[in-house]
């Protein structure tokens, strides 16, 4: 318990958990995009 006490109150600690989330949501929003650039139809001309 004393890594989650520290994980939440030290500046590092907070530091690492907006790095952590910042990079959980950008996975998730890059992911999403890829996703719906593959199930686009092709422009037929």
Do not use: D, H
């Not at 990079?23 to 593959?38: D, E, G, N, R, S």
């Amino acid at each position: 318990m004393g890594v989650l006490k520290e994980l939440f109150t030290s500046p590092e600690g907070l530091m690492s958990l907006f790095v952590i989330s910042f990079m959980v949501c950008m996975f998730i929003l890059l992911a999403y995009l890829a996703i719906k650039k593959m199930n686009q139809k092709p422009p037929t001309q």
